[in-house]
């Protein structure tokens, strides 16, 4: 067997618009259109998410190159505080290990970093030098990463789509189409009934097959959140997706008791690691779970969360993050179809998610995607040459 190369050097760069920090959108962005968040409540704060901040930390890409002078990369959100803990703290684990010590490296990052880690930033950073390992062990290997995590278990994915306009997307082939709420609880009762105006209109124009999802982006209380779904029932709403902030486990368990029989309860995107997904779980708190692979710890942690969650009869649905999670769910049978972000800013047409950050990104076609659209090495995309990266700190 020929020798297996050691990582050399990780290198930490950030980079400011669209892609892995996909609120970084010019004016006029569905996605930064008075949508429901947990600042609503301020009306200052309403209208924009990048008002508050939203779009403040920017991307973080990770770079990882081994002894044979292959680089594996990717990008998450994290920006500067992130490249700061790659360079500064993290690269320690990596540099002369093996490619192949992946899981050793992710237990040393996690537990190294336990007294001012645990949730958000740091386990953002982790995943991104997780996958980027992920992307480098591909390429030595000459392998998708599908084929890394025990192969596929079907030829193609299915995609529903996320934007504000579910009418477009079933016409474009996506199985269904989750859109924004608009309105938070401090809008009161006319936001309330907007809402469901909004959710009835569009039932009118898809027909009654499509499936129909509200993304409430942690921004209702218990109450709000079940008078909106049980008003919602009417225009068959098929799921009702992070209602509560992400630390309300108890109200997570409330609410799926609450919601009509047959209406889904959907959570998880801000949650991380094993750990806090087996809260979710154990309390019985949603019917399907959303890690995000950029932000939940990456593909080492994101396999131990799904194999928690096939134990507990719970569907794995990433949320967006285009290729690294494509890769997961082809490998998945409790992970039956992928979310699709609309990153054109009308959601009128499919582009791809991280542009322009990423070349090589592969996209649905009428809502699919065959497994041959991802049968390069690693995630198979690679990084714009033309998108400027800085590289704030060094080690």
């Not at 996506?174 to 938070?184: A, C, E, S, T």
């Not at 699919?368 to 090495?377: E, N």
């Amino acid at each position: 067997m020929s020798q297996i190369p050691t990582i050399k050097q990780v290198r930490a760069y950030t980079l400011k618009g669209g892609g892995a920090d996909y609120h970084d959108q010019a004016d006029g962005h569905w996605i930064d259109d008075h949508i429901a968040t947990p600042m609503s409540k301020y009306p200052e704060f309403r209208q924009s998410r990048r008002s508050f901040g939203i779009n403040v930390l920017g991307t973080l890409v990770v770079e990882i190159e081994d002894s044979a002078g292959n680089v594996g990369f990717a990008v998450t959100t994290g920006g500067e505080p992130a490249a700061y803990i790659v360079e500064k703290h993290l690269a320690r684990f990596l540099e002369g290990a093996k490619v192949t010590d992946i899981e050793r490296i992710w237990d040393q990052m996690y537990l190294s970093t336990l007294y001012y880690g645990r949730k958000g930033i740091v386990i953002n950073t982790i995943s991104g030098v997780d996958l980027a390992m992920w992307d480098l062990l591909g390429k030595v290997r000459g392998e998708p990463v599908h084929q890394l995590l025990g192969g596929a278990v079907r030829d193609e994915l299915q995609f529903y789509a996320t934007g504000a306009r579910p009418d477009l997307a079933q016409n474009m082939g996506f199985i269904g189409g989750k859109m924004p709420l608009h309105h938070g609880p401090a809008e009161g009762e006319e936001g309330l009934r907007r809402n469901l105006e909004e959710l009835a209109t569009m039932r009118e124009r898809v027909g009654p097959d499509f499936w129909l999802m509200l993304d409430c982006w942690m921004s209702l209380d218990l109450n709000y959140a079940t008078r909106l779904a049980q008003g919602a029932q009417a225009h068959g709403l098929k799921w009702i997706e992070e209602a509560l902030p992400p630390d309300d486990y108890w109200g997570y368990a409330a609410l799926k008791k609450n919601v009509p029989t047959g209406m889904l309860v959907t959570t998880g995107e801000h949650e991380a690691t094993r750990w806090g997904f087996r809260q979710l779980l154990e309390m019985g708190c949603c019917d399907i779970i959303q890690p995000d692979v950029g932000w939940c710890g990456g593909i080492t942690e994101l396999l131990k969360i799904s194999a928690l969650a096939d134990a507990h009869q719970a569907l794995v649905i990433p949320h967006g993050s285009s290729v690294y999670s494509y890769h997961f769910v082809a490998t998945r049978h409790n992970s039956p179809f992928a979310e699709f972000l609309m990153m054109a800013p009308k959601a009128d047409e499919v582009v791809p998610m991280f542009h322009p950050q990423l070349l090589g990104e592969p996209v649905p076609v009428q809502g699919r995607m065959r497994l041959s659209a991802l049968d390069k090495p690693g995630f198979g995309v690679e990084l714009n040459p033309a998108c400027e990266l800085q590289r704030p700190y060094t080690h």
